[in-house]
Every structure is written in structure tokens, then in C-alpha cells.
């Protein structure tokens, strides 16, 4: 298929092969039984293409499951939720944290509903709660190669199944729990859904990508919003049929995008807030304060009221308290290990996929899908670059399929035109570029595979050099040139994925990657600096007495590190931040795991707050437990489940992972105070008190750092009055204080 110099005033590409005509109704050959069409393809596919597309989506799920309970219940925060809809439907509903429905995550519920109905039906396990986001990943990848297959060779989709199961933070993301996969998978399918109604103008596709972006919505809020500029642009302009009637069809498209994501927001609006889950994350209980306030505008300025270190926007100079922001902030390295291997290629390739296809007609559907795949990545790309709020390394998985489809596309256009010298030019350098990138991000972590750089750079500049004059080479030396660029490019990622699916991830903040291979610090750091694999920040002090930045040495990883829960942390070295008042207390420690290897703090700073553990720490979690939760003991489990059926709540906790690590060990439901970051009014000091004074809790766990945020100040309220009421009990390094024996 000959894409590139159409004139003018060629007729428009031809759409993909339809499927034959049933016999007797037309020419064609008979319609293929559906058990033979899924083996065999289409009709005018190689006898190959199918079996090697079904072959490699059963490697990309053989590969994502292996070794999959290695990260436990991933990010309790959400494990918690699961295990609660699986209890309770109502729970399931609101995406509570505990299945008495006291308060629910800080996003909408849609990605928890297929991993809570696994637990239902398999019961709660690391596989019950993983396996749904690796059939995401499968998902995805399929959705990818139809959409890419439909417009070009069976190649070119292999190579974008590749190039996506591939990336690293691909591999870790459909291993884990986050809304990320639902999310990823939805937008893959709104850019499918937006080509296909390119082909024809048939509005049933248009109306099918906006139930797929309200569904998105439901996952992770307006971040399925990015690519609406760009693919409503594209089709308006570059769809086939009547201006009119392309303003219609995605008039209608937004309606069913407002009716797919709207009716589950109308409901929590309506519901009277006395007999529902509290909003987490929101200050006023209210999930549309939530979605434009916490997930929406403050996550582009930074003022998120609640969040840990209280918002406060950008640190000026091109940083925030979240890393580096700038238009290079997806290559840097905080962020570059997880996801820009390919980003220049796909750049690249962009640019050489809507050159080729200028000139052909305005509804040719070749330039339309390196337009759409392109337009959102761009778009996302900008957004990530700039946004000043929260943001965490594995939000670029909602790149990777669109980075994957172009490189695809264009590495597949590039091919068939080698002829040309400027095809095959452009093709080399795009290799070479990309081996040439593969080493700097390699050379970030110097003691990884310390060869495999060097073999990248000298096959990726050797073999750009071969396919820049592919065109006069014969069949089998281009082939050959091809063959090692492809292994070149795509080597450095495999290294990555590779360790990444060798290691267990937990807690809420995870990279892919070995150890130090993408570290949250610099100016601003992460929610304080993150530090190497492992590393915990310490240095914690109660608002108003200073509070420090975490620091420490970046370490090595020696084998493979521990699970949460195996190991020992310490503190980190505090230092003042810039124009703040000096920290407190000093200490320095170190993470070690009990089995294979062990992990060392790393570098960051924080402002206004403390340090973290990078990928799942041990002990009681960072930030007293905020992220990681805590490590709960035999006995402190036997506490907590003692006559735990006579009460509402077995305990409570403050912030969210504490409340989900003794939920999780005990199955007996646990309040949240103050949600995710203890910083949310929920409950109130009087409302926590009546529930008390009802005999609907029976123990308040100790430690946890609440309202770091600046919310409510309801979590410390309530840990004070608690403290000075009511009986202490020491179960090994745990407090606990049963809210049945008042002090007096």
C-alpha cells in the first residue's frame, strides 16, 4: 500500500475491505464461519497476520501475569475499596473504603466495579484484585492493532502491539490497581471509535467514542477530557458529509458522552449526603467540587486544598512541589525512564506520516489516523508538561498507546517508500535517534546492564546508517538493516519492562524500572523529593514547628527488594526548605528488605512536609503510614477482630492506608478519617463522637499524619480528644485506644 504524494484531486483512500458478501447476495466469497474469521482475519490479510496477532496478545498476558502477587494488594488505598463493593453493593456504587460506607475514594468508582465484582466471584486475593487491570493491558493492545490494521499493513499493527506491551510504565500500570488502565483502555478506544466513523461518517461511531469517553470520565475524572480538543477539530474538519451534519454528529456525541459519565454523577448529586458515603477528597461533600476543584483545575495550578503539602502551585523557575515542569519534563529524569523511549520516534514519525499524506484528499483516512493517534499525544504530552498539581510518574501511561500506534503507522509508511531517498533517510534518522536516546536514559542508570547501552548505540547509529540508503540496498541487506534497528530501538524498553515485571510495586506512588531509574526530586520535588527505590523520607514534624526536606543518598538495588510489611526504614537527613523556618531533628536510615536484597533511600527534597517511599517501603509506610499504610501485626490483628461484628467499624484510622491496611488484614470495615490524606472533614469532632457515644466504633488506631493538607483539621481534632479520653493499648509497635473505656 503506496500512501505518500497524492495529487490534489485523488479520489479519497478506499476504506478497509468489508467482510464478503453472504453467498447468493452478491459477489464474493461466503461469509467465513465466526470461529474460522476470528483465526483467519480478514480476507485480504497474509495467512500469517492473524495467527501472529492472537499469538501476541497471549505473550503480552503470559508476560504481564508472571510473577503478579509480588505486589500484594498493590495500592491498599484501592484494595481497600475493592474489598469493600465486593461486600457491599452499595459500596461498590460510591467506590467507599469500607463496606459501612463512611467515606469514599478521591476519584469515581468506575475502575474499582470490575476488580470488586472479581473479588466477589473469586474471593479477596492479589489475582482476584490484578487481573482485571492485565486484561486491560490485552485489551488494549487489541484495540490498538484493529484500529491501525484497518488503515494499514498487518506489520505495522504487530509492531504497535510491540512497541505499546513495551514501555515500561505500560508493564507496570496493567499490573496494578490504579484508574490508570480503565482509563488508558477508553481512550484507546474513543481514537478507534473517532477512525472508524472517519471512513464513512456513520454517527454511530461518534456516539459510541463519547460513551466511551463518559465512561472514562467515571475513571479518572477530566483527564479523559485531554484529547476532545484535537479529535473533535480533526473530525469537524476532515470527516466526510455536510459541515452541518459533521456539527450534528458530534453534537450527539457529546450528549452521549454527558449521558454515559453524567448519570452516575446526577445520582451521587441527588442522593440525600446523610445516607451515602462522604466525597472524598472534596471539602464540601460534593463529587463536583471533587472533579473541578482536587481533580480538575488544581491539578493544572497546583491548588489542590487538601493535598499533601497543602497546594501552593509552582516553586517558580519551571518547578512545583511535583518535579521539573517545562517541555521537557517527560524526558527528564523524573519522568523520561517510564515513557519517552519511543516519544521521539513517535514525534518523528508524526511528522513524517502527515507529510507523507499531505497532499492527499481531506477525507483520506492514512493522514486522519496519524493526525488523531498524534493530535492526542501531543495534547496529553502538553498538558503533563505544564500542570503544576499533582502529578505522579505513572500518569504517562495514558501516552503509550498513542506513542505506540505511530510508531507503527509511520515506521510501516517509511518502509513501503524507501524507494525514496527522503523516506528512507527519514527512517534511518529516526533509529538512530532513538538508539542515541536509549543511551542517555540508560546512562541514568549506569550499574543496569551497563553493556546493553553501548550494543544499542553502535546497532541503532549502524543500522540508520543501513536503512537511510535502504532504497539501494537489496531486499535482504534492508531487511537486515531494518531487522537490527527494530531490536536497537526497542531494547532499551525491554530492559526496563523486563525488570519492571520482575518486581513487586505497592504503595500509591510506584515507577517502573531498577532501582533509582526515575527519581521525583530537584527543584521541588515529589511530595517532598522521592528518593530511590525504596527511600524514606523522615524529618517529620507537626505543622507550625518547620518542617523539613527529606534527603538522602541515592542507593542501589543488589537483587531483588521486599514486600512491604518485610522490611526496616528509618528517617531521612531534614534540611530547611528555601525561605522556610529550620527543620527539627535529624535522622538517617535505610529500607532493608529480609529476602533477596535490599533497597537504599535516595535523593529529593520537600517542602512543607516530609519524604516518602518511592516504590512500597516497609514498616508503617511514608509520612506516617499516608502512603504505604502500616505493617499490622498478628496481634494487632487478633485486636482489632475481636467482637469486630458488634460494631459499625472495627477502628478507625487516620488517612486512608492505615485504614485500608487493617481492613485488608482483617476484613472487618475500618473508618478513614479524613480519606486519603486525613485532610478531608469526615467525620466532623461531633459527628466522630456520636458515633462513639452509639458504640458503632471500637478502637482508634494511633500515629498517622493528619490534615498535612490544610483541610478541615477535623483528623487532628479527633486524634486530641481521643488521646486525652480514652484508654491506651500497646499491641507491639502499634497504638491502639478503645473507645469503650473512657478514660475516667
Known sequence: MTLPHLPADAPALPPPTAAPAVQGQGHGRPKQPPLTRVWRGRDDDPRWARPAFLGLLLVVALAYLWNLSASGYANSFYSAAVQAGSQSWKAMFFGSLDSANAITVDKPPASLWPMALSVRIFGLSSWAILVPQVLMGVATAGVLYAAVRRRFSAAAGLLTVVAFALT?????MFRFNNPDALLALLMTVTVYCVLRGMENGRTKWLVWAGVAVG??????????????????????????????????????SGLAMVVAGGWWVAVVELWPASSRPYIGGSQNNSFLELTFGYNGLGRINGEETGSVGGGGGGMGGGGSQWGETGIDRMFNSEIGSQISWLLPAALLLLVAGV???????????????????????????????????????????????????????????????????????????TVAVTAVWSYVLLNRTPDYVPWLRWVILVGGVAAGLGLAVAGRLNRQLALGAAGVGLVAALAGPTAYTISTLDTGHSGSIVTAGPAGASMMGGRGGGPGGFGGEGGVRGGMQPPGQGQQNGQGQQGRQNGQGQPPGQGQQGGGMGQPPTGGMPGQ????????????????????????????????????????????????????????????????????????????????????????????????????????????????????????????????????????????????????????????????
Open 585 to 744: 531533628g535529624q535522622g538517617q536510615g535505610q529500607n532493608q528488605g529480609t529476602g533477596n536484597g535490599k533497597q537504599q533511600g535516595g535523593t529529593g527534597t520537600m517542602p512543607g512536609g516530609a519524604g516518602m517511599a518511592e516504590r512500597g517501603g516497609a514498616g508503617g509506610g511514608g509520612m506516617g503510614g499516608l502512603l504505604n499504610g502500616a505493617q499490622v501485626s498478628a496481634k494487632a490483628k487478633a485486636l482489632v477482630e475481636k467482637n469486630a461484628d458488634d460494631y459499625t467499624w472495627a477502628a478507625a484510622a487516620i488517612g486512608s492506608q492505615n485504614a485500608a491496611s487493617y481492613q485488608l488484614s482483617t476484613g472487618k470495615p475500618v473508618m478513614a478519617i479524613g480519606g486519603f490524606n486525613g485532610s478531608d472533614p469526615s467525620p466532623t469532632l461531633a459527628q466522630f463522637k456520636s458515633y462513639v457515644e452509639d458504640g458503632k466504633i471500637h478502637y482508634f488506631i494511633g500515629g498517622g499524619m493528619g490534615g498535612m493538607g490544610g483541610g478541615s483539621g477535623s483528623a487532628s481534632k479527633i486524634q486530641s480528644w481521643v488521646e486525652k479520653n480514652y484508654t491506651k493499648v500497646t499491641v507491639g509497635s502499634a497504638t491502639f485506644y478503645d473507645l469503650t473505656k473512657p478514660k475516667s
Open 168 to 172: 515500561p510504565v505500560a508493564a507496570l
Open 215 to 252: 465512561l472514562a470520565f467515571l475513571a479518572k475524572t477530566l483527564q479523559a477530557f485531554l484529547i476532545l480538543p484535537p479529535l473533535a477539530v480533526l473530525y469537524a474538519v476532515f470527516a466526510p458529509g455536510r459541515p452541518l451534519k459533521r456539527i450534528g454528529q458530534l453534537l450527539l
Open 355 to 429: 507529510v507523507v499524506t499531505w497532499k492527499a484528499r481531506r477525507t483520506d483516512t492514512a493522514r486522519a489516523a496519524f493526525l488523531a493517534w498524534g493530535g492526542s499525544l501531543v495534547m496529553t504530552m502538553v498538558v503533563f508538561s505544564f500542570m503544576a498539581g499533582i502529578f505522579h510518574q505513572y500518569y504517562t501511561v495514558a501516552l503509550a498507546p498513542y506513542a505506540a500506534a505511530l510508531v507503527g503507522m509511520g515506521a510501516s509508511v517509511l518502509w513501503e517508500e524507501r524507494a525514496r531517498f527522503t523516506a528512507s533517510a527519514a527512517l534511518g534518522i
